[in-house]
């Protein structure tokens, strides 16, 4: 196998991966709370990582690549949900729907803003197109999943949370990081 493909492969697998946790925690936990007495649907955490996961497929892949994980993504999202006629009271559309819909059109927003930021610095660029995808996706998710805005701060926040959490690891790991990528694809 062509080492190239090694840590896109590594990252497109834990990107679905996530999905799946994220979608799956919803169903089993619900809303939950996240601090400072805000409340979020339980699958917060893991969608926050997503955005981060996308940005690293955008280091080590190519465009079409990272189009693909998204719409890969997004079908996922869409199928793991399973009840698609079920709309939750209140909701505009049925869960399935919502999710896969918000997921794809906030991966898409972060990529649009990750790839011009990347030249002036990898952590910015993450925190900023993070922030842009994660404020769009809990508005575009909770509007039409659950037909309010209610959790929006819990959801923000959450997020947040993650996207801090991966920034620290890359201001802390990330030449080490780079080293072994350099070093596995240049073999």
């Keep these: 196998m062509n080492k190239n493909l090694y840590f896109p492969i590594a990252l497109t697998i834990a ?3 996530i999905i799946v946790m994220a979608n799956r925690a919803i169903q089993v ?5 996240i601090g400072f007495g805000l409340m ?4 917060v955490f893991f ?3 997503a955005f981060s996961i996308r940005d690293g497929l955008h280091e ?3 465009r079409n690549w990272i189009i693909s994980a998204i719409l890969i993504g997004s079908i996922v999202s869409f199928l793991i949900e399973g009840d698609y006629g079920n709309t939750i009271p209140g909701g505009v559309i049925p869960l399935a729907f919502a999710s896969g819909l918000a997921f794809l059109f906030s991966e898409f927003a972060d990529y649009a803003v990750y ?3 990347r030249k002036t610095g990898k952590v910015i660029a993450l925190i900023a197109s993070n922030i842009v995808g994660l404020v769009l ?16 701060d819990g959801q923000v926040v959450a ?3 993650m996207t801090i959490l991966v920034a620290i690891f890359m201001i802390l790991l990330g030449k080490q990081i780079n080293k072994l990528y350099n070093s596995i694809v240049s073999d």
């Design 40 to 43: 979020a649907p339980a699958g």
């Design 137 to 152: 996706d809990s508005i575009l998710f909770l509007y039409l999943a659950f037909g309010s805005l209610e959790f929006l």
């Design 115 to 117: 790839s011009p930021l």
């Design 29 to 33: 936990w619900g809303v939950v709370e």
């Design 47 to 49: 969608a926050g990582l």
């Design 15 to 17: 990107y679905v991966g």
């Design 159 to 161: 997020k947040g949370y």
């Design 60 to 62: 080590t892949s190519n």
